[in-house]
């Protein structure tokens, strides 16, 4: 089955600088790759996602970065701003999907110092 | 689109009592609804796989018994924590995956309910 690593588990920055969260995954067959965002009490919201016909997808000041032959996806945040602290959940399809089901990362905190 | 709302928000109850959640797709339909717990300071952790009109998956060491998962729409699904005890008190947060989603495993989250078990 499929599992998922997740690093860092906390990370810290500047305001205006870069974040990079970074999640490895062990099903070669798995097709799709949601980075969620979680403020604290609150649901977790899909930010990003990629599927695995692509290698890179950008929205605005969120990326990710998809290595399929090394297992391995990234998500990247510039210009980070005091808003984007939170806890960020990387996610792959478990079980070949055959359910839906999606296998969740630890999550990384991130937080932005003004 | 993609909006999953989750009633209640929050719910205090008496050990030993029956605590029912509801979990529905508001603007669109979902083959598969899924429960998870989470802890404080903890990832998600998947319950129970839910299907319209089937029984629902329950994941290695949870109680079917105990977490009911009733899945009546392609738009609703409820579940219930029968006679709930203080271990029971956890932040429970459903999904749904869109009918849409193909061979995708898209979900989309409710808003939590937080359950406090006295």
């Known amino acids: 089955g499929e599992n998922v690593e997740q690093h860092p588990s906390t990370l810290s920055v500047q305001e205006g600088d870069s974040a990079v969260i970074k999640c490895t995954y062990s099903?070669?067959?798995?097709?799709?790759f949601p980075w969620y965002k979680q403020e604290l009490g609150k649901r977790p919201q899909l930010i990003i996602d990629i599927r695995s016909n692509v290698g890179e997808k950008k929205d605005q000041r969120i990326a990710v970065t998809l290595n399929k032959t090394a297992k391995h996806f990234s998500l990247h945040i510039t210009e980070t701003q005091p808003e984007d602290s939170a806890v960020y959940f990387c996610a792959a399809p478990w079980r070949g999907g055959s359910q839906g089901n999606l296998i969740f990362g630890k999550g990384t905190k991130l937080s932005v110092k003004p | 689109g993609a909006v999953v709302s989750q009633h209640p928000s929050w719910v205090i109850c008496k050990s030993g009592t029956s605590v029912k959640i509801e979990c529905r797709s508001l603007d669109f339909q979902a083959t598969t609804m899924f429960w998870y717990r989470q802890f404080p300071k903890q990832s998600l952790m998947l319950m129970a796989t839910s299907n319209e009109g089937s029984k629902a998956t329950y994941e290695q060491g949870v109680e079917k018994d105990k977490f009911l998962i009733n899945h009546a729409s392609l738009t609703l699904s409820t579940l219930t924590v029968t006679s709930a005890h203080p271990e029971d008190s956890s932040f429970y947060i459903c999904?749904?995956?869109?009918?849409?989603?193909?061979?995708?495993?898209?979900?989309?989250f409710g808003p939590g309910t937080r359950l406090t078990v006295l």
């Open positions: 099903d070669s067959a798995s097709n799709y």
């Open positions: 999904s749904a995956r869109p009918l849409s989603s193909g061979s995708y495993n898209e979900q989309f």
